[in-house]
């Protein structure tokens, strides 16, 4: 651990990350601690702010290139030149030898390549934080692509998980901290991330939203071969489409930008509440658009290796919430927050509710250009902080595809409503979820196992009455042995003070002729403290 936080800190000072800080916008302190840092000693060298953050990233490992990654969607919170240059992490990473891919490759499919493929590609397609990929084919002559993990990169990926958990555990001791939850999102992500590392895991997602996409024109998702998928290796069908940050080639095929980013909101929708399964590593790496209906685009999606799903729960509050902030209806996402146990149960309604309004009125009835997300989310966690909300674990994964659809509509077509897009398809998802439809979608999948349980009913019905029967039985069984007990007590204090007053009695008979004499010579105020003290000895 120590040594990995030692490499963190030597890339940070050999690639001088801190001059990427904008010291003018520090506190005092943190200013003159900037100025006087022995980092200043040390060359920038001859590389470009945003090359030297993404050979810091590649050179930290899959985590930080993720993280870039992510980075890379959101143009509006960064520089265009650093923003060009986190690009490249999205397919760009530097690649292992070509023969070391192929050894890996032979050794998970246990046998010679040739015998696997009729042809491969020595040189990867692309290359990513986790995998690369190869152009190969089949001996029917299909064109596919094969997907390899990177050798050791468990190791490396475990170091840095710890590192997060260290972080997490020291920010969980301060108590603003607290309701960030920072152990569970990291257990969360440890466990998300380290899915990617298993292609079975990854194959089975895609097959899966394949199946959820069949024949749409929304989303395609290339088909696997399960033959000679493994572990570490996948094979899977090679597609052709356009990458979905090639701004220049999506125009000059005459793709309809609007309508391909309404279509990337509806997809994401469809995937969170009709089929409670998304893709949710949606940075444009992973996105490809067909040209065959540039009118009628068709987005192309791989790299299924994160999904997301929510409870029944979460996926009602969600949308009810959505459906209300879209209404502008800021009481009900308050009461809708303090019932699903967001936020404490004294929180008031109408307090909490103008806190949001504050924050989220302005941004409203207005395209994406004209959104400042960056203020709203900083708003909304001020908000949160205030209130004493606590972080959802389960819904950090959700955030995150949302982001980076955000990033993509905003650069596919600025002017995108994405709330007058969102708003029909939620009320329409609403009205069916809890409309007659619901009811009897709901009671169509449920009906085999009623009618299964219908003919034990009145069996489970004695039991549980003969349940409820031993249950009152024990209880009065319990009641009648607690009274017995306080009676036995009761009666064995009266025979104690019974015994103590025939003791202290014969004690004064056998005494009686000193303590006579006694008395005679004791002045009266001796006397009544005695006869005091022997009532309340006789008492006790």
Known sequence: MNLRLFR?????????????????????????????????????GPHTRGKRLRLALEALGPIFVKFGQMLSTRRDLLPPDIADELKR??????????????ALVEEELGMDIDT????????????????QVHGARLHSGEDVVVKIIRPNID?????DIGLLYTFARLLKRVPEAKRLRPVEVVADYESTLFDELDLH?????????????RDSPLLYVPAIHWSLTRKQVMVQERIHGIPVADMDALQAAGIDLRRLAERGVEIFFTQVFRDNFFHADMHPGNIFV???????????????????????????????????????????VAVLHIESGWVGEDTRANEFAAAIRAVCEPILEKPLKDISFGQVLLGLFQTARRFNMEVQPQLVLLQKTLLNIEGLGRQLYPDLDLWSTAKPYL???????????GFWDALTKHAPELSRQLPELPVLAHQALARSEDSHRQQRQQTEALNALQRR???????????????????VALAWQPLWEWAHTQPWPVLVAATLGLALIAWR
């Open 8 to 44: 963190i800190a030597w890339v940070i000072a050999r690639f001088r990350l801190d001059t990427l800080i904008p010291a003018e916008r520090l506190p005092g302190i943190l200013r003159v601690a900037m100025k006087l840092s022995p980092l200043r000693l040390l060359p920038t």
């Open 427 to 437: 009320e329409q998802w609403m009205k069916e979820r809890a409309g007659p439809r």
């Open 155 to 159: 190791g490396v990926m475990r170091k």
């Open 489 to 507: 007590w009761h009666s064995t204090g009266t025979r104690a003070r019974r015994l103590r007053l025939g003791a202290l009695l014969i004690a």
């Open 89 to 102: 992490l999205q397919d760009q990473v530097p690649p292992f030898p070509g023969e070391q891919a192929r």
């Open 290 to 332: 067909s040209a065959d209906n540039p009118h009628d685009p068709q987005y192309i999606a791989i790299d299924c290796g994160i999904v997301g799903s929510l409870t029944r729960e979460d996926q009602d509050y969600l949308a009810r919430n959505l459906l209300a902030f879209f209404r502008q209806d800021y009481y009900e």
């Open 201 to 213: 895991k990854e194959a089975a997602n895609t097959s899966q939203l394949k199946r959820n996409f």
């Open 116 to 131: 696997a493929f009729a042809e491969f590609t020595r040189e990867p397609l692309a290359s990513a934080s986790i995998a």
